[in-house]
């Protein structure tokens, strides 16, 4: 495992100010992201935006109406990494409530109060803006391959500004198969002209981290997400908790 997290911040960028963000034209980014990188794949949730917020508030709404039960105000489950209805199947089993085997008529609770609520909590990690701006003035190809719907995805991106730094987004329902498949990555790093040995994944969970291991593509963690317990002994290129980590400016570069 190669998580130099601790040695970079010794260099890394000064905390900003929340809201803040580095200076795109003086910004260098890691070494990492570009040592035999021709693009990145990045995760949604948890990787680049903070949903949980709308997303609980949305399952919590859902249970509710369905009758299932309510949801306690400062819930948050293990799982917030698998497709809408893995993780209706999680919490339900997490709480001890009866639903269903089938639950698409829960999902489809979900999906319209999750749908109604707009992303109205949802907001982009400190600096994420700046990193990808920087990823795109370098040359890398990015895209997106998350276990969101692919509709909520793209106006989840839309809302917080990031849409259009992206030249493909995979949600869960794009291909046949969503994460921990290597199907959604590796259809996703076709149609951005790549090959494993070219790309970085970015995410914040096992689903992500078996993912990029079942395509030999290099993973890179997110820690401030939504991990769970499960990452524990998965491969990991590099691994961060801050944004500004990614990136130094010029005074704080190596002197040669």
């Known amino acids: 495992m190669t998580t130099d997290t601790q040695t ?36 949604l949730d948890g990787t680049l935006i903070n949903s949980a917020a709308d997303i609980l508030h949305g399952m919590r709404l859902a249970f509710d109406e369905a009758g299932i039960g309510r949801l306690p105000d400062d819930y948050f489950p293990d799982d917030l990494h698998g497709t809408g209805a893995g993780i209706i199947r999680s919490i339900a089993a997490d709480m001890g409530w009866t639903i269903p085997a089938n639950v698409d008529a829960l999902h489809r609770l979900y999906v319209k109060h999750y749908t109604n609520i707009a992303h109205a909590n949802t907001c982009l990690y400190d600096d994420v803006e700046a990193i990808l ?55 996703t790093m076709r149609m951005l002209d790549l090959e494993p040995g070219q790309c970085l994944y970015f995410g914040d969970t096992s689903v992500d981290a ?7 593509v290099r993973f890179v963690l997110h820690e401030a997400g939504y991990g769970d317990a499960a990452l524990n002994g998965l491969p990991q290129h590099f691994a961060f908790r801050h944004w500004r980590q990614l990136a130094v400016t010029p005074a704080e570069e190596p002197q040669s």
């Open 133 to 187: 701006d920087a990823c795109r003035q370098a040359g890398l190809r990015l895209g997106i391959c998350t276990n969101k719907m692919r509709a909520n995805a793209l106006t989840a991106m839309q809302k917080t500004g990031i849409l259009s730094q992206f030249a493909f987004v995979t949600g869960c329902d794009t291909w046949a198969e969503a994460k921990p498949s290597p199907v959604p990555l590796l259809e």
């Open 210 to 216: 078996q993912c990029a291991q079942a395509v030999g």
């Open 8 to 43: 970079f911040e010794q260099v890394a960028t000064t905390a900003t100010r929340q809201g803040d963000a580095p200076d795109t034209a003086a910004l260098t980014l890691h070494p990492m992201m570009l040592e035999n990188v021709e693009g990145i794949v990045f995760d």
